[in-house]
């Protein structure tokens, strides 16, 4: 897809902040500083759209990016980080479950995972949340940069080994440092609208 419109529309924390234009959703989801932002800035080719952490923890609102006026992306906090506040840890979950149970232009979710290490228990936990809301999920391994090309294939197996990936959910090797994945990325995100 080629994006000439990206831009944000809004950091909310409640629903009567989110967007009513009506266009299609994909949230991300992922662990803390495992490139959830750097996946949409790699998908619409801008550097600095999504904010990039030096720290873990820097995206701590529910932020809506209008992309070419076709979908917005749903970049969310990321999950398992333990060195942020007890409030603001504690305001996370109902925030992403408001999200995730009311929403109902959300199309599907891209989860992020690091492909250098099998998926953790709070992966885990997040992927079989997802499904038991029976929403989509492409799930995308990031960082292939870090692991060797002839490795790459044995980490994808056993992730969608641990995360017992549905049938019907993708896979994607992936890397914002190469752009691989990115064109696959597109065709997955496009099949959900
Ligand atoms: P939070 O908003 O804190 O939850 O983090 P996030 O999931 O949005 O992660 P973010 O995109 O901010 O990336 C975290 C760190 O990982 C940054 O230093 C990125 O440069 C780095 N990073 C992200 N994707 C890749 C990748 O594909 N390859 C490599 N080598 N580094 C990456
Ligand atoms: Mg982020």
Not at 27 to 46: D, E, H, P, Y
Not at 125 to 130: A, D, F, G, K, V
């Amino acid at each position: 897809m080629k994006v000439n419109k990206a831009e944000l529309l809004i950091s909310a924390v409640s629903r009567k902040q989110y967007p009513e234009d009506g266009l299609p959703e994909i949230a991300l989801a992922g662990r803390s500083n495992v490139g959830k932002s750097s996946f949409i800035n790699t998908m619409v080719q801008r550097k600095k759209l999504a904010r990039i952490s030096s720290k873990p923890g820097k995206t701590r609102t529910l932020n809506f990016y209008n992309i070419n006026d076709e979908l917005i992306f749903v970049d969310v906090p990321g999950y398992g980080y333990a060195k942020v506040s007890k409030k603001e840890r504690a305001a996370w979950g109902p925030m992403m479950e408001e999200y995730i149970s009311v929403r109902e232009e959300l199309r599907g979710v891209v989860q992020i995972i690091d492909v250098r290490h099998p998926p953790t228990a709070d992966d885990i936990q997040m992927y079989q949340y997802l499904k038991y809301h029976q929403l989509p999920v492409i799930v995308i391994a990031t960082k292939a940069d870090k692991v060797s090309k002839n490795k790459r294939p044995k980490h994808v197996k056993q992730a969608k080994n641990d995360l017992q990936l549905d049938k019907e959910d993708k896979m994607i090797l992936f890397s914002a440092e190469t752009g691989q994945g990115k064109d696959e990325g597109w065709s997955a995100i496009q099949n959900l609208m």
